[in-house]
Every structure is written in structure tokens, then in C-alpha cells.
């Protein structure tokens, strides 16, 4: 195998357009990986990590790109860095030219005097600043960009209060308002349920769950991961809380996210008994809570869904979709033993954790677990049984989420395949604006390759409208032999099941 690099000065392209560059050039003759991006310090480490810190670019900028390619010949390696060096430096299309037409807010509320909210996706470092100059326009933010500090979010926070308008993030991926979908949503059905949510992916499988069951949603707000932490004081959690309480449009309320600070808790309890509407709180925890005769509190998305659906009490009945899908029989390895969850929705794989303890009574390794003893020494080498969220920012710094971007978690799920003591490999594929236009075509080359006493189990999460067509990913999963649900709890009790069996086979 042939390694060939270059860097690349005084050129800037952002991180999507990088992803792009490096699919393509991973589909060139003879090139076994390739791949362009930023050399900021966050990405060294991820190209350390892949073994793709190659000497030639060690001495990069942070502001500069490199490119990396890993080719069977001399030839061909040279090819694609000088298809690379083309790719960067070609002129935009016409139809781009025409797509911006402004590079600020102040220019953007110019050309559309009527916009009252501004979705920010920006590197983390300048993202707070444009939030701000968003509010002072006047304009509700959603801010999808993460790596903003906490102090900066609490001032934004504090001052989108002030102002009586939205500070969505930061970190936040999902949002429905007025039936628009913002950022990593799906195509879901109006309705009477409003959602507020400290958890993009928690949001989506909710909702989801909402419309396979024939109900819709009125409003969902994101708030960011962070917002019930002690520091930040629920701020959004409390305002989007009270908005849906007075919206008439609302029948039924859910609240999702991370369980809050207590301080944070002893404010949605307070606004939650100052109101007659349903509510339907899942926090990814057993706990106590408030003993309010109009709040139920559940211990899965699924179980979410399912309640907010019968609280509206419309005496329609309450059963999911059913997607007529078959079950593939896998036979699993016998010295393989270990479940492997490599996921893109954080709040999915926090479940997968959460479940897990509550079936096996231990702790599996994570890089997002709550309790360091259980955190993996090295986010890339995964421990026994073992849950990675491949859309923190282990992974997400500099480059594209892994719901866009499927190259990474091609690779490890690859590698984790190869790995003799793998089991089980727990997938989500997240469908809906703003992800993969088609991830089952990139998935199902890698999987088709895969030994095949490992057993593949993956949950879609989407809804028929999805641009990615559900039924048409599901059937292109299954075809390569995939166990595929569109429930995550369903797939958690799969794979919980399918690990129990092979271990007792062989006790």
C-alpha cells in the first residue's frame, strides 16, 4: 500500500464541501482511503487515530487542508492527489454562485425582511458571536453549532429572555416550528403534541414514534444538551415549557432531555402543576418525580410516543405502523460475545446504555458515559460490551456528523466486525432533512462484506415523507441481512436477546 500527501495553503472550504471532495476521491482507481480536510489540532488526532498522520503533513496549519491517500500503487495514489488538488480549486457552479447571496445576518435580514429566526451552523468559534449579533436583530436563533463555551451560552440564553425570543443550542440539532423542520428533523404529521426537548435524536425518535401511531406534533423545540444543567438554569427548557402550557393549539406535552439539575427539576415541576394538559416527561433515568396528577413519566422513547398518543384521548386507537418486516436468522460466531453499539444520535445511544443497565444490572463501556470507571481509555478501541456516540465531539470536530458523514463509521464498523470476540453490531440510521441522502448505499457495500456469524441489528428512524424513502432503506438493509426495526427499544430487546441466547448456548 502507497501513502501520498500534500498540503494545501491559502485555500478554505468548509467542512461538507471536504466531505465531498474526500467520497469522491475514495471512488477513484485503485484508492483504499482518502481524505481532505482542516489540519486543526482536532483532526490531527483523528487521522492519528486512523492511522492517516502521515509524515508529509505533520507540519500543517491549522488553517491549511491536507489531503491523505492511501493507494495499491504509486500510480494511482499520484492520480488522486492530482484529481484532489482540481476538486479544491474548481470554480463553484452557477447554481451555487446564486445560493449566496449574503455573508452576514445583517445583509441576510436585508434580502428577507420577513425572517424571525436564524439557524446558525458555524465552527464553534465564531458561532456565539453571530448568535449574538442574531438577537440584537431581533431574531429567534437556533444554533446548531457546538463547541460553545457554557459561559457564552448562558449569556445568549439570558439575553434571548430578556428579549422574549428562542436561544435554541447550543449543540442543537433538531427543531419543528410552525411545521417547518429545522436542522436533522423528519417529515412528521401536524397535530396537537408539542415537544420540548434537551436531545436532538430523543426528539426525533419521539416524534417519529408520534406519527407511525397517526397523530401529529404542534410544535417541538430544542433547547441544547446543556440547557437543564445547574449553570445554565433550564432557561429554554422553562420558556418553551410555559409556551406550549399556553398554546392553544397544544393538547399534550412531552418534555425529553438528560435528567435535569434538581434547581432545574424544581422549575418544570412548578410549571407542569400550574397546568390541566397531559404531560409526558422521559429524562433517560429512573427517578422520583413530582406527584402531579397530569404527569406521567416513562422510561423509553418508545413508551414516550406511546403515552403522549393516548393522552390526547381522541378514542382512535393507538398501533404503530406495522412495516411487515421479517426478521433475518443470524448465527452467531462461538467464541464471539460481545454486543458493539456504534450510533450518530447521542440520545439514542444514551438509551442504549440506560437499558442496558437496567437489563444485565452492570455497566457497559461508553465515551459518553455518566461514571468515569466506564468510560473508554481510548474512544477508538472499543471494551467488551461496549456503546459509542459517534456524533460527540470525539469524532465531530472538524468534520461532518456521522448522519451526514458515513465514512467513520464505515470504518468501525468494519474494524469491530474483524474483531473476533464481536457479537452483535447495533446500528441507528437516522433518515429525514438534513442526513444522508441515501445511507443504506453506503452502508450496505461495507455490510455485505461482513463475517457473517456477526449479527447485524439496525433501527430506522424515520417517517414515510422522509426524502430517503423508509421502506426503501429498510428493504435494502434487510436484503444484505440486516435485523431491522423502526422502533430503537425494539432493536435495544433484539440485540439484548440475540447476546443472551448465543451466551447461554455455550455456558
Known amino acids: 500500500m502507497i501513502a501520498k500527501a500534500t498540503i494545501v495553503q491559502g485555500l478554505y472550504l468548509d467542512s461538507v464541501k471536504l466531505m465531498l471532495i474526500s467520497k469522491e476521491l475514495r471512488s477513484l482507481k485503485g484508492v483504499i482511503d482518502a481524505v481532505a480536510i482542516m489540519a486543526t489540532k482536532e483532526n490531527r ?21 491536507v489531503i491523505v491517500v492511501k493507494a495499491d500503487a504509486d500510480g494511482n495514489a499520484k492520480d488522486a492527489i492530482s484529481k484532489a488538488d482540481e476538486l479544491l480549486r474548481a470554480a463553484p457552479a452557477k447554481h451555487e454562485d446564486k445560493a449566496k447571496t449574503a455573508h452576514n445576518i445583517s445583509t441576510a435580514i436585508k434580502k428577507m425582511e420577513i425572517a424571525n429566526l436564524c439557524l446558525i451552523s458555524v465552527a464553534g468559534r465564531y458561532a456565539a458571536t453571530e448568535a449574538d449579533n442574531a438577537l440584537d436583530a431581533g431574531l429567534h436563533v437556533m444554533l446548531f453549532s457546538d463547541n460553545v463555551s457554557m459561559e457564552e451560552e448562558l449569556k445568549l440564553k439570558q439575553k434571548a429572555a430578556a428579549k422574549g425570543l428562542l436561544m435554541m443550542g447550543a449543540d442543537c440539532g433538531t427543531a419543528i416550528i410552525n411545521g417547518v423542520p429545522l436542522a436533522f428533523s423528519n417529515a412528521v404529521s401536524p397535530g396537537k403534541i408539542g415537544i420540548v426537548s434537551a436531545s436532538g435524536t430523543g426528539l426525533q425518535e419521539v416524534s417519529v414514534g408520534i406519527t407511525h401511531r397517526g397523530r401529529g406534533i ?35 406535552i412531552v418534555l425529553i432531555g438528560k435528567t435535569p439539575d434538581k434547581t432545574v427539576l424544581a422549575k418544570l415541576w412548578e410549571l407542569i402543576s400550574l397546568t390541566t394538559k397531559p404531560t409526558v416527561v422521559n429524562f433517560l433515568n429512573d427517578m422520583e418525580v413530582a406527584p402531579l396528577n397530569n404527569l406521567t413519566y416513562c422510561l423509553s422513547l418508545e413508551e414516550t410516543a406511546n403515552k403522549a398518543c393516548l393522552a390526547l384521548n381522541d378514542k382512535h386507537p393507538v398501533i404503530p405502523k406495522d412495516y411487515g418486516i421479517t426478521l433475518n436468522e443470524v448465527r452467531i460466531g462461538k467464541d464471539r460475545s460481545f454486543i458493539r453499539g456504534l450510533y450518530s444520535g447521542g440520545t439514542l445511544c444514551y438509551e442504549a446504555i440506560q437499558h442496558y443497565q437496567r437489563e444485565f444490572s452492570v455497566n457497559p463501556k461508553s465515551n459518553i458515559s455518566n461514571c468515569k470507571e466506564d468510560l473508554l481509555k481510548n474512544v477508538w478501541v ?22 451526514i458523514d458515513y465514512s467513520l463509521r464505515l470504518k468501525k464498523i468494519a474494524e469491530e466486525a474483524k474483531d473476533p ?4 453490531i447495533l446500528l441507528d440510521v437516522v433518515l429525514g432533512y438534513g442526513a444522508h441522502p441515501d445511507p443504506a448505499s453506503e452502508l450496505v457495500p461495507v455490510l455485505k462484506n461482513l463475517p457473517k456469524d456477526v449479527a447485524i441489528v439496525c433501527h430506522v428512524l424515520g417517517t414515510d415523507n422522509d426524502p430517503q424513502g ?13 435485523r431491522v426495526f423502526t422502533s430503537h427499544l425494539a432493536a435495544l430487546q433484539d440485540a439484548f436477546a440475540l447476546i443472551i441466547a448465543h451466551r447461554r448456548s455455550y455456558e
Open 382 to 403: 472499543s471494551e467488551g460490551d461496549c456503546f459509542v456516540d459517534m456524533g460527540a465531539d470525539d469524532f465531530t470536530v472538524g468534520r461532518p456528523h456521522p448522519m
Open 45 to 65: 488526532e483523528i487521522l492519528a487515530a486512523t492511522d492517516m498522520l502521515v509524515d508529509a503533513i505533520k507540519e500543517a496549519k491549522e488553517s491549511e487542508i
Open 421 to 424: 470476540t464481536t457479537a452483535v
Open 470 to 482: 423508509l421502506e426503501e432503506q429498510i428493504r435494502k438493509l434487510q436484503d444484505c441481512g440486516v
Open 218 to 252: 404542534s410544535q417541538a423545540f430544542g433547547t441544547g444538551g446543556r440547557d437543564g444543567k445547574q449553570e445554565l438554569g433550564g432557561i429554554m427548557l422553562c420558556a418553551c415549557l410555559n409556551y406550549l402550557i399556553k398554546d392553544k393549539q397544544t393538547e399534550v
